[in-house]
């Protein structure tokens, strides 16, 4: 029964199936009407589709074959910045010509301010030039002992003052007197006690000895003045209009003129030593005993301003010592001796101090310059 139910439900589909069949042949589907626009449109604008973004693509797994690595290249040194050579700092050319001792009592030279025209002028002690600079004068312990002065090349020489024992001979301003300091015989103090009921009693009377007094001998006939001056007075300067003398006394640096008692005290340290006052009279310079050297100070000229001009650091072993100032003849630089290098030799500083250089080292490359801590004046500076 089910079975001829289903045979019978297959053969009716089959009908139906054949009917739809040949209609579809028959009548074909009427078109679709699109009904105009009643009014006119915009071209519609084209716009293109946006790129798509790509999935990123996964690197692919590693696999067992093994990869040759790229070599790293060696690294090439990076040369350092070659530094540009320093531009020298100008050294300021010296002027004039200076006149100068080996020691006390040996030769005595005359060079020019750079070094050039060495020449022996004769023998002595304490050469200074003229102001002019068209003599110099100077100091012999041999007979005839006394002051003498010549020129700069070795002529006219003349005896000018006869004195047994005479030191550092310096010009007046104006070149019509020479100072000077030479040894004399005096007496010491008579030592007094007052006694009650008898009065005054000398107990001990006064002695003769050596003293150091100043001198002033006229150029033009050679006439001795003897100014007031303590009992040991030292290494006179003039002031720069002539009227007084500046000097090493008993107990420091004093002052007094040519003529009358105005001997008085300048300062009372007893360490200065061997004053040499500028060309226009504002500073003085002079040697100091620091200790266990020397050094060179400047101050105004009525004592105020001190300060050092050399120095060095207190650590060293042995301090060098820096004697002998002399003033150029235009009040800017000084030269001195200075034995920081172990030998004597001439150094030049701004007359501030600064700018310390050493100079005319051919000449003492030759030449052995003698110190004797004896307040010698080793050089002087004097116009070409």
């Given at each position: 029964?089910?079975?001829?139910?289903?045979?019978?439900?297959?053969?009716?589909?089959?009908?139906?199936?054949?009917?739809?069949?040949?209609?579809?042949?028959?009548?074909?589907?009427?078109?679709?009407?699109?009904?105009?626009?009643?009014?006119?449109?915009?071209?519609?604008?084209?716009?293109?589709?946006?790129?798509?973004?790509?999935?990123?693509?996964?690197?692919?797994?590693?696999?067992?074959?093994?990869?040759?690595?790229?070599?790293?290249?060696?690294?090439?040194?990076?040369?350092?910045?070659?530094?540009?050579?320093?531009?020298?700092?100008?050294?300021?050319?010296?002027?004039?010509?200076?006149?100068?001792?080996?020691?006390?009592?040996?030769?005595?030279?005359?060079?020019?301010?750079?070094?050039?025209?060495?020449?022996?002028?004769?023998?002595?002690?304490?050469?200074?030039?003229?102001?002019?600079?068209?003599?110099?004068?100077?100091?012999?312990?041999?007979?005839?002992?006394?002051?003498?002065?010549?020129n700069p090349d070795g002529s006219r020489e003349k005896l000018l003052f006869s004195s047994d024992v005479a030191?550092?001979?310096?010009?007046?301003?104006?070149?019509?007197?020479?100072?000077?300091?030479?040894?004399?015989?005096?007496?010491?103090?008579?030592?007094?006690?007052?006694?009650?009921?008898?009065?005054?009693?000398?107990?001990?009377?006064?002695?003769?000895?050596?003293?150091?007094?100043?001198?002033?001998?006229?150029?033009?006939?050679?006439?001795?003045h003897q100014p007031y001056c303590d009992r040991f007075s030292f290494s006179p300067t003039w002031s720069h209009?002539?009227?007084?003398?500046?000097?090493?006394?008993?107990?420091?640096?004093?002052?007094?003129?040519?003529?009358?008692?105005?001997?008085?005290?300048?300062?009372?340290?007893?360490?200065?030593?061997?004053?040499?006052?500028?060309?226009?009279?504002?500073?003085?310079?002079?040697?100091?005993?620091?200790?266990?050297?020397?050094?060179?100070?400047?101050?105004?000229?009525?004592?105020?301003?001190?300060?050092?001009?050399?120095?060095?650091?207190?650590?060293?072993?042995?301090?060098?010592?820096?004697?002998?100032?002399?003033?150029?003849?235009?009040?800017?630089?000084?030269?001195?001796?200075?034995?920081?290098?172990?030998?004597?030799?001439?150094?030049?500083?701004?007359?501030?101090?600064?700018?310390?250089?050493?100079?005319?080292?051919?000449?003492?490359?030759?030449?052995?310059?003698?110190?004797?801590?004896?307040?010698?004046?080793?050089?002087?500076?004097?116009?070409?």
């Amino acid at each position: 029964m089910k079975r001829a139910t289903l045979v019978v439900s297959i053969l009716g589909a089959l009908v139906v199936l054949t009917s739809l069949v040949a209609c579809s042949q028959e009548a074909p589907a009427e078109p679709t009407i699109i009904p105009l626009p009643q009014s006119p449109q915009e071209t519609p604008t084209l716009e293109c589709p946006a790129t798509p973004t790509p999935t990123p693509t996964q690197p692919p797994p590693a696999t067992s074959t093994p990869i040759p690595a790229t070599p790293t290249p060696t690294p090439v040194p990076t040369q350092p910045p070659q530094a540009l050579p320093a531009t020298p700092t100008p050294v300021p050319d010296l002027e004039g010509r200076f006149v100068f001792q080996l020691a006390s009592g040996g030769d005595i030279y005359v060079v020019n301010a750079d070094g050039t025209g060495l020449a022996r002028l004769t023998r002595g002690m304490d050469p200074t030039f003229s102001p002019d600079g068209e003599r110099v004068a100077f100091v012999r312990w041999t007979n005839p002992w006394g002051i003498y002065t010549i020129n700069p090349d070795g002529s006219r020489e003349k005896l000018l003052f006869s004195s047994d024992v005479a030191r550092a001979p310096v010009w007046s301003p104006d070149g019509s007197q020479i100072a000077f300091y030479f040894e004399t015989e005096g007496l010491t103090p008579p030592w007094k006690e007052y006694i009650e009921g008898y009065g005054w009693l000398t107990l001990i009377p006064s002695q003769r000895q050596t003293e150091w007094h100043l001198g002033v001998v006229d150029v033009a006939d050679g006439y001795l003045h003897q100014p007031y001056c303590d009992r040991f007075s030292f290494s006179p300067t003039w002031s720069h209009d002539g009227a007084r003398l500046v000097y090493d006394g008993d107990h420091g640096l004093s002052t007094t003129t040519v003529e009358g008692p105005n001997n008085v005290q300048f300062n009372d340290d007893v360490h200065d030593h061997f004053p040499v006052t500028s060309p226009d009279g504002s500073r003085i310079a002079f040697m100091h005993w620091q200790h266990d050297h020397w050094e060179i100070y400047a101050m105004n000229a009525d004592g105020t301003g001190r300060e050092p001009l050399t120095g060095s650091s207190a650590l060293l072993e042995r301090r060098p010592s820096n004697v002998s100032p002399a003033w150029s003849p235009d009040g800017k630089w000084i030269v001195f001796l200075s034995d920081r290098r172990g030998e004597w030799e001439f150094y030049v500083m701004r007359a501030d101090g600064s700018e310390q250089r050493q100079i005319l080292t051919n000449v003492t490359d030759q030449l052995r310059i003698d110190y004797r801590g004896l307040n010698e004046r080793v050089i002087s500076w004097g116009p070409q």
